[in-house]
């Protein structure tokens, strides 16, 4: 089965994918890319709010190398402390100018919070719903974005891999995997990506997968993409992150992308 998906090249200098499982700390890593989630929610953010088909997401990417950045900033007990003193202050009526710097001043102890940093990142990412209004109105979104446009944290912008449109019409391809010498022979080598698993099977290409990459708990999907992002309440799934080295699967439905110019194909499953 072929299908007509949306495909995004895309280059950021720097990003930093925190896991939402992680809490504000001294040190916080970065996942190798970012979850299904972050590009729905981007997608959500693009339509203001008017997707609510089931579409499906793939991300395939790389990045140079990590870097350790570091900013200042309160410890997590400063917030707390601060917002029942804010209350108390309001009842009292005092204006906001005259108690803040004194607070800060008493209850701020400064600390560094150092973070891990992804350079030199590209991704392509794949878009793909059956819902022709909204594809039409993702694609559109896309092709003339209004908003400023980030991944991971706001300052984390993205451009275009190549000059011109952000996003393209392209077909990709559904293949059955039945064995895994079918799929060396089709070089069909999946990297560079997310691939979902399940904890609880004993099948054997299950497995396989487990044991060809780092195991992560990441956010699937949202229940409501239409709600406020505050209250947006997440599903997670297991996955496991392939690097460079890839995983050739044993069985199961493959996502193949062709780029005609270089003759290249590209392997994902669809988060």
């Not at 203001?48 to 990045?63: C, E, H, L, M, N």
Request: aromatic fraction near 14%.
């Amino acid at each position: 089965m072929i299908n007509n998906v949306l495909k995004m090249d895309i280059y950021q200098p720097f990003a930093h994918y925190r896991e939402p499982k992680i809490m504000q700390d001294d040190f916080i890593p970065t996942l190798h890319l970012p979850t299904a989630t972050t590009i729905a929610g981007l997608i959500s953010y693009l339509v203001d709010r008017q997707a609510k088909s089931v579409f499906k997401i793939g991300i395939v990417g790389t990045y140079k190398n990590k870097e350790i950045h570091f900013i200042r900033g309160e410890f997590e007990s400063y917030w707390t402390k601060m917002r029942t003193f804010q209350r108390k202050m309001i009842e009292k009526q005092v204006p906001y100018s005259e108690y803040a710097i004194f607070f800060k001043d008493k209850q701020a102890g400064n600390r560094v919070m150092n973070f891990e940093v992804l350079q030199d990142v590209n991704l392509s990412i794949f878009i793909y719903t059956e819902n022709a209004t909204e594809y039409k109105m993702i694609k559109e979104a896309l092709e003339s974005p209004t908003k400023y446009l980030s991944i991971g944290r706001k300052e984390d912008f993205f451009v275009p891999q190549n000059k011109g449109c952000f996003v393209r019409e392209v077909p990709v391809e559904e293949v059955e995997i039945k064995s895994k010498k079918q799929a060396i022979m089709k070089n069909l080598c999946i990297k560079n990506t997310y691939i979902p698993v399940s904890l609880n099977s004993n099948d054997e290409e299950m497995e396989n997968r487990l044991r060809s990459g780092v195991l992560y708990a990441l956010p699937k999907s949202y229940k409501d993409l239409t709600a406020e992002k505050k209250d947006r309440q997440i599903v997670y799934g297991h996955y496991v992150y392939l690097d460079n080295n890839g995983y050739y699967p044993s069985r199961g439905k493959v996502q193949v992308y062709t780029d005609y110019e270089t003759k290249e194909t590209t392997s994902f499953l669809w988060l």
